[in-house]
């Protein structure tokens, strides 16, 4: 079991900057793929970023890339999610994930599915 926290979301002006922060617990050393994904109201779900366990692959939604930087620090745990240019259409919840390592393998790290284990969320406005 991974239980999965994230923070910092908050109230930002469009062109602003915020940090999100996902802590992990419990079976943290599973080598788990961790995902950012967001859902505004009336909206689906969507991928907005994945790294590996490692830390060495990356991925990124089309309408993230450039602005979005995922990372993470396995000694902390935790999960980050920088987020710069910040335009009205990125208000959303954002939830953390973790998904099998296998997920990378099998392609589907952008697919909500593929991911087990999901924190509570944490909301990102963004006024325009």
């Known amino acids: 079991q991974v239980q999965l926290v994230e923070s910092g979301g908050g109230l930002v002006q469009a062109g602003g900057s915020l940090r999100v922060s996902c802590a992990a617990s419990g079976r943290t050393s599973s080598g788990y793929v961790m995902g950012w994904f967001r859902q505004a109201p009336g909206k689906e779900r969507e991928f907005v970023a994945a790294i590996t366990w490692s830390g060495g692959s990356t991925y990124y939604a089309a309408s993230v890339k450039g602005r979005f930087t995922i990372s993470r620090d396995n000694a902390k745990h935790t999960v980050y999610l920088q987020m710069n240019s910040l335009k009205a259409e990125d208000t959303a919840v954002y939830y953390c994930?973790?998904?099998?390592?296998?997920?990378?393998?099998?392609?589907?790290?952008?697919?909500?599915?593929?991911?087990?284990?999901w924190g509570q969320g944490t909301q990102v406005t963004v006024s325009s």
């Open positions: 994930a973790a998904a099998p390592a296998t997920a990378q393998a099998l392609g589907v790290m952008t697919w909500p599915g593929a991911y087990d284990y």
